[in-house]
């Protein structure tokens, strides 16, 4: 009966024992945790929210987070018309969208420039998804994997600003809110601290074994916590006056459309729906032996759309389908449904409590920067592990080579676009993803590919 019961971990339904569940849920969400609650902690900080308000975008970000996953557990509807793939997988807040939610927040637009984007761009994601086997043509691996290596190139700076310790810190930033001398940006111990969080990332990764390899960020950053607090870079003031329970609010934010806005998100949310055709593929073939059937990519890249929408109402940013807890299946096999919704309910309750959430805001940003740095390289890597999938040839190399150089190029030059109006300024030039991905789709279709020897 025992080995009965634990053959249903390979099985996507049926009852596994709880505690080996348990355990296995604990494995998804520390691979993730970090990844889904950094950006909004980025955004935060972009936007120069008041502290009420970031702890209500980390609180929003891991509701929908876990709404997200558990549709794609449990789909909804007709098996024609389904939302959801019904496959294991896990949802949470994307850095694809980073650069992007950064122009726009910095901007002017705020979070409610970035939920009107959220709704364009789940509009978008649908049309893909009841599209997606006419709209992935569009999209070969040397498409998704030049604009994946751009994003991760564009977060670079985002990282060392962090390791530096915020560029909102200045001196006189610091002494006007009575913060540590430490907390100035630049200063030796912002980069002490940086330094010492990435170099136990590295070891953990390198060196470390099971839970320890898996959660080496989680674990890295909690020595690099540990280390700021005797600098003086932790306060506990305001953790303690948020309340331990509280439901999500309906447009916390508020919304407004912006079409320089929607245009970079409603791109974006094209390339990843794209992309999720990826993990849902990995999922079905490492832990299913077996390829994934046009409806479960429908529903999956449907469900995907519809519950953006949801999160942008409720004040969450973008999610997608996270590519380490894909490895994480692939590696171990477990595939049973209940694992999954363990983890999308742990999720859902540190989501619900504001007391968590402010507790994550009291990461020093040298910290995060120290241990994101890592995350922000691997995402460069997985795209050139995409590009060098297809055959480097002259034509493609263009391809790869031109519209990364146009992207961050222009981007990195901030008055280059100095004398168009405002909106095409946005649009491309705050972030390198949007000029990447029009100008590598547009190469792929006019230059001519090489004829194939006889």
Same mark, same amino acid.
């Given at each position: 009966?025992?080995?009965?019961?634990?053959?249903?971990?390979?099985?996507?339904?049926? !009852?596994?024992? %709880?505690? #080996?569940?348990?355990?296995?849920?604990?494995?998804?969400?520390?691979?993730?945790?970090?990844?889904? $609650?950094?950006?909004?902690?980025?955004?935060?900080?972009?936007?120069?929210m008041p502290h009420y308000q970031q702890v209500l975008l980390i609180q929003s970000s891991l509701v929908v987070s876990a709404l997200s996953t558990l549709l794609q557990?449990?789909?909804?509807?007709?098996?024609?018309?389904?939302? @959801? #793939?019904?496959?294991?997988?896990?949802?949470?807040?994307?850095?694809? +969208? $980073?650069?992007?939610?950064?122009?726009?927040?910095?901007?002017?637009?705020?979070?409610?420039?970035?939920?009107?984007?959220?709704?364009?761009?789940?509009?978008?994601?649908?049309?893909? @998804?009841?599209?997606?086997?006419?709209? !992935?043509?569009?999209?070969?691996?040397?498409?998704?994997?030049?604009?994946?290596?751009?994003?991760?190139?564009?977060?670079?700076?985002?990282?060392?600003?962090?390791?530096?310790?915020?560029?909102?810190?200045?001196?006189?930033?610091?002494?006007?809110?009575?913060?540590?001398?430490?907390?100035? +940006?630049?200063?030796?111990?912002?980069?002490?601290?940086?330094?010492?969080?990435?170099?136990?990332?590295?070891?953990?990764?390198?060196?470390?074994?099971?839970?320890?390899?898996?959660?080496?960020?989680?674990?890295? %950053?909690?020595?690099? +916590?540990?280390?700021?607090?005797?600098?003086?870079?932790?306060?506990?003031?305001?953790?303690?006056?948020?309340?331990?329970?509280?439901?999500?609010?309906?447009?916390?934010?508020?919304?407004?459309?912006?079409?320089?806005?929607?245009?970079?998100?409603?791109?974006?949310?094209?390339?990843?729906?794209?992309?999720?055709?990826?993990?849902?593929?990995?999922?079905?073939?490492?832990?299913?032996?077996?390829?994934?059937?046009?409806?479960?990519? !429908?529903?999956?890249?449907?469900? +995907?759309?519809?519950?953006?929408?949801?999160?942008?109402?409720?004040?969450?940013?973008?999610?997608?389908?996270?590519?380490?807890?894909?490895?994480?299946?692939?590696?171990?096999?477990?595939?049973?449904?209940?694992?999954?919704?363990?983890?999308?309910?742990?999720?859902?309750?540190?989501?619900?409590?504001?007391?968590?959430?402010?507790?994550?805001?009291?990461?020093?940003?040298?910290?995060?920067?120290?241990?994101?740095?890592?995350?922000?390289?691997?995402?460069? %890597?997985?795209? %050139?592990?995409?590009?060098?999938?297809?055959?480097?040839?002259?034509?493609?190399?263009?391809?790869?080579?031109?519209?990364?150089?146009?992207?961050?190029?222009?981007?990195?030059?901030?008055?280059?676009?100095?004398?168009?109006?405002?909106?095409?300024?946005?649009?491309? @030039?705050?972030?390198?993803?949007?000029?990447?991905?029009?100008?590598?789709?547009?190469?792929?279709?006019?230059?001519?590919?090489?004829?194939?020897?006889?």
């Amino acid at each position: 009966m025992e080995k009965r019961n634990r053959d249903t971990l390979f099985q996507f339904t049926g !009852r596994p024992p %709880m505690g #080996a569940a348990l355990s296995l849920a604990l494995q998804h969400l520390v691979a993730m945790i970090v990844g889904c $609650v950094t950006p909004a902690i980025i955004v935060a900080n972009a936007v120069g929210m008041p502290h009420y308000q970031q702890v209500l975008l980390i609180q929003s970000s891991l509701v929908v987070s876990a709404l997200s996953t558990l549709l794609q557990l449990f789909p909804v509807g007709p098996k024609a018309m389904r939302l @959801g #793939a019904g496959l294991p997988v896990i949802l949470g807040v994307s850095f694809a +969208y $980073v650069p992007s939610m950064q122009a726009i927040a910095s901007g002017g637009g705020g979070v409610a420039a970035i939920a009107g984007a959220m709704v364009v761009g789940g509009i978008v994601a649908l049309i893909v @998804g009841l599209a997606v086997d006419k709209i !992935r043509v569009l999209f070969p691996p040397v498409i998704t994997g030049t604009v994946v290596f751009t994003i991760g190139l564009s977060l670079y700076p985002t990282a060392i600003n962090y390791m530096a310790g915020g560029t909102g810190n200045t001196a006189e930033a610091v002494a006007a809110a009575g913060l540590p001398e430490s907390m100035i +940006y630049g200063s030796w111990q912002n980069w002490l601290v940086a330094a010492a969080t990435l170099i136990a990332v590295m070891v953990l990764n390198q060196k470390g074994k099971g839970i320890c390899k898996l959660a080496s960020i989680l674990l890295g %950053m909690v020595f690099g +916590y540990i280390l700021s607090a005797f600098f003086g870079m932790v306060s506990f003031d305001k953790v303690g006056q948020a309340a331990w329970f509280a439901l999500p609010e309906i447009l916390p934010f508020g919304i407004t459309f912006e079409p320089s806005a929607c245009i970079a998100i409603g791109l974006l949310f094209a390339i990843n729906a794209i992309q999720a055709i990826g993990d849902f593929t990995a999922t079905t073939v490492g832990g299913l032996d077996r390829q994934p059937t046009n409806a479960e990519l !429908r529903g999956g890249i449907t469900a +995907y759309g519809i519950t953006n929408i949801i999160g942008a109402c409720l004040g969450g940013l973008p999610t997608a389908t996270y590519s380490q807890n894909v490895g994480i299946v692939t590696t171990n096999k477990v595939v049973n449904r209940t694992v999954f919704t363990l983890a999308a309910a742990f999720l859902l309750l540190a989501g619900v409590s504001p007391k968590f959430s402010a507790l994550l805001t009291t990461i020093p940003q040298c910290v995060l920067g120290g241990a994101t740095i890592t995350v922000f390289s691997t995402i460069a %890597m997985t795209g %050139m592990k995409l590009i060098a999938s297809a055959k480097l040839d002259a034509r493609n190399t263009t391809i790869v080579g031109l519209s990364a150089a146009l992207g961050v190029g222009i981007s990195q030059s901030s008055a280059a676009l100095s004398q168009f109006p405002e909106s095409v300024a946005m649009i491309f @030039g705050k972030s390198p993803v949007v000029i990447a991905t029009i100008l590598a789709v547009v190469l792929n279709l006019l230059l001519p590919k090489e004829q194939k020897e006889s």
